[in-house]
């Protein structure tokens, strides 16, 4: 079956700073989902991206869909970016498959 | 805001209850899915239906059941809960289950105690 790994399963920044999420699948990419599960439990959609590259703002994201992984940068970092960053793939059923997701810390 | 509404936003309730969730999707979205987030097993997928009709099946208990109306809103019953029912539950909705974007609405806290 489809699994979803994701790295690093933490991350701590300081404020300004940029950083890279990675989501690596076993399986052909078909719809890759990015979200930000605020500290409030709130899923976030930040993008559908099953390939190419989209930005929105200081996130973006570049899904590399012959190899099987997906990127989410953020750039200058903010303590609202703090939370638990997720990708997901979408089994062929429609479901969504999550990984275990990224926590991140952004310290003033 | 995404759009998908869930109610309620918390319930505590005793081991070997029943409890009711309810979920409205957004205007338009014929696809409703359950998820469950926990802290030993993450975000798990559930139950999916699409326009009244049950379309796939997750990791759900026997004890789990739901359903979606004709007005698409879904609900999701728990019984005889347990300890490890306590979780955040999730609903999702899309326009048709193909691939496409799922919104996801704010979710129920459930405590077990």
């Known amino acids: 079956g489809i699994q979803v790994e994701q790295s690093p399963p933490d991350l701590i920044l300081q404020e300004g700073a940029n950083s890279t999420l990675r989501c690596n699948f076993s399986?052909?990419?078909?719809?890759l989902q990015w979200f930000h599960q605020n500290p409030w439990g709130q899923l976030i959609n930040l993008f559908y991206?099953?390939?190419g590259t989209k930005q929105n703002g200081r996130l973006s994201a570049t899904t590399v869909a012959t190899e099987r992984y997906s990127l989410l940068y953020i750039s200058s970092s903010q303590t609202t970016d703090s939370g638990v960053y997720f990708c997901a793939e979408r089994r062929s059923q429609g479901n969504l498959i999550f990984g275990k997701g990224t926590k991140l810390s952004v310290k003033p | 805001d995404s759009g998908v509404t869930q109610t309620p936003k918390h319930l505590i309730t005793a081991t070997g209850q029943r409890v009711t969730l309810r979920c409205s999707p957004r205007s338009g979205d014929l696809s409703v899915y359950w998820y469950q987030q926990s802290l030993d097993q993450g975000l798990q997928f559930l139950i999916q239906?699409?326009?009244?009709?049950?379309?796939a099946k997750g990791n759900i208990l026997e004890r789990f059941s739901a359903q979606q109306f004709p007005d698409l809103h879904s609900e999701l019953n728990l019984s005889s809960l347990e300890l490890g029912d306590s979780a955040l539950y999730f609903c999702?909705?899309?326009?048709?289950?193909?691939?496409?974007?799922?919104?996801f609405g704010p979710g129920t806290r459930l405590t077990v105690l």
């Open positions: 399986d052909s990419v078909n719809n």
């Open positions: 991206i099953p390939s």
């Open positions: 999702a909705s899309s326009v048709s289950g193909r691939p496409d974007t799922q919104y």
């Open positions: 239906y699409y326009n009244g009709e049950e379309r």
